[in-house]
């Protein structure tokens, strides 16, 4: 529906020292999906953990907004619900209950991915961090309808924070957002954190992936929790290339995971995180 690519797939035995895939443990995967390459491309990260079966959604991800006809067309030609929340822009729901929310223009050539969504408890201290703290530029901010619109660069996707009138519930399947910066900051990034008593989920680490570059990172937590991971773009750039082989990889792991069948042969339901 949305036309996305799969740039890469890859497949993990057990979890991740950085909480990659969650608060959980196991096999799991990931599978980078977007419309081009993670260096110039807002991309989404697919987690997938073989032994859960469904997650709570909480009101920390409120979506993605893309600018794609095409898309708009085909969620029409395939009846898939979509609802008109402002004149050309339609919200659409993917099968987890996340969000999309669907400009009908011609698809960009740049990025057609516009913003991300979260939802924050206190705009103002949001804005102070996000802008204050980790150096993003102001392009919008709506006091009456308590929303922020930052970012990095000008022909970059935007992050855009947005009150939700009371606490952020992350729910069971909350993700990260992850930016890549020169690995000479990745120290600097978490000496200014301690500095400024802020919380650092995971201090500087090294994460491999096998038969591929190993990377730097530093992940955070904003004063609502959401993680926000920063990686050494050096070695991000390499272990990050297309694969060519991504759709295959992805189509053989989900023709290979027999897991629903196996725990119905246990009389077992997958667990509910």
């Known amino acids: 529906l949305l036309t996305h690519k799969v740039l890469r797939h890859e497949e993990f035995e057990e979890g991740c020292k950085a909480s990659c895939n969650g608060p959980y443990d196991g096999k799991w995967s990931k599978t980078m999906v977007g419309y081009g390459p993670e260096n110039n491309h807002f991309v989404a990260e697919l987690t997938y ?3 859960i079966g469904e997650y709570r959604l909480g009101n920390d991800f409120l979506g993605l907004t893309l600018v ?3 898309a708009v067309s085909n ?3 395939m009846g898939w619900p979509l609802k008109e929340v402002t004149t050309g822009v339609f ?3 993917a ?4 969000k999309f929310y669907l400009e009908d223009k ?3 050539k740049q990025d057609p991915v516009l913003k991300v969504t979260l939802g924050v408890s206190d705009l103002q201290k949001s804005v102070n961090y996000w802008s204050g703290l980790l150096g993003m530029k102001m392009y919008e901010k709506d006091e009456e309808k308590q929303r922020a619109l930052l970012g990095y660069a000008d022909n970059q996707c935007k992050l855009e924070l947005k009150a939700v009138g009371g606490a952020v519930d992350h729910g069971t399947a909350f993700g990260r957002i992850a930016f890549s910066c020169a ?4 120290p600097n990034i978490e000496a200014l954190m301690k ?3 802020q919380k650092i989920l995971t201090p500087l680490v090294s994460l491999d992936t096998p038969g591929k570059a190993t990377v730097q990172v530093v992940i955070l937590a904003d004063p609502d929790g959401h993680e926000i991971c920063f990686v050494g773009d050096e070695a991000f750039r390499d272990l990050s290339k297309v694969d060519p082989n991504g759709d295959k990889l992805l189509n053989d792991a989900m023709a290979a995971d027999n897991s629903d069948k196996w725990f119905a042969a246990q009389k077992m339901k997958k667990a509910s995180a």
């Open 49 to 51: 953990n073989y032994g």
């Open 106 to 108: 011609e698809q960009l």
């Open 95 to 98: 099968p987890g209950g996340y």
């Open 195 to 197: 500095k400024e008593n």
């Open 183 to 186: 690995k000479e900051e990745l």
């Open 91 to 93: 919200e659409a729901e």
């Open 75 to 77: 969620a029409k030609k």
């Open 68 to 70: 794609s006809s095409q």
